[in-house]
């Protein structure tokens, strides 16, 4: 039980990745479905495009990219988001302090951030696999084009990378910008809190 009850203490950060993605589902899919719309149509997925189009299609889906991490960074917030890098980039001193902070998490909890990634790339491979069966195993990507949704010319690939914008992607961004808040100290939030005292509730019933 004591085995079961640390690796649970241990997975904190994983579930409280998950619960920022349900709980701001919209604006997290949103700007996935930015980029995978884009995606497609780069592809040929709607027909033939030129050079300008492609070139302001991937800064379209680049800005929602970074936009969507600098969300996640300020904690639901751009603006906060924005704000902690400035403050990153203009004060030498914080900048040092955090990198400080940083290195000291990562040899405090090593063994957290290895099961935490390890979950979550255990869900990507997840995430990623079901994708491929989409694309590959069911009749969606012939059915998309007989009806005329597709080019007659797109690839399996505007059905993967669209789905993977949906999904893996946005998922990977939250993962990774609130992984940097956690290093630095900086993920405030009450979820991570809430969650260890619902674990150590339920274990000592």
């Not at 149509?41 to 936009?67: F, M, W, Y």
């Not at 979950?119 to 012939?142: H, M, P, S």
Request: net charge positive; aromatic share 12%; charged share 15%.
């Amino acid at each position: 039980m004591s085995l079961s009850f640390t690796f649970l203490q241990k997975l904190y950060f994983l579930k409280t990745t998950i619960s920022f993605f349900r709980k701001h589902w919209t604006v997290v899919l949103g700007s996935g479905l930015i980029a995978a719309v884009g995606r497609v149509i780069q592809l040929g997925g709607l027909g033939t495009i030129n050079t300008s189009t492609n070139i302001a299609l991937e800064v379209l889906i680049e800005a929602t990219r970074i936009l969507l991490f600098v969300y996640v960074l300020g904690l639901a917030n751009i603006k906060k988001g924005l704000l902690r890098i400035k403050h990153v980039c203009t004060h030498k001193d914080k900048r040092r302090q955090g990198w400080k902070i940083a290195v000291q998490n990562t040899r405090k909890e090593w063994t957290a951030i290895l099961l935490n990634l390890g979950g979550f790339l255990l869900i990507a491979w997840a995430l990623n696999y079901l994708i491929d069966l989409a694309a590959y195993e069911t009749c969606l990507y012939l059915t998309l084009k007989k009806d005329g949704i597709l080019a007659a010319s797109a690839s399996e690939w505007t059905i993967l990378l669209f789905f993977k914008n949906l999904s893996v992607i946005p998922l990977t961004l939250v993962f990774e910008a609130r992984l940097l808040l956690w290093l630095t100290n900086k993920l405030s939030d009450y979820k991570i809190a809430t969650l260890v005292n619902k674990i150590n509730s339920a274990y000592s019933r």
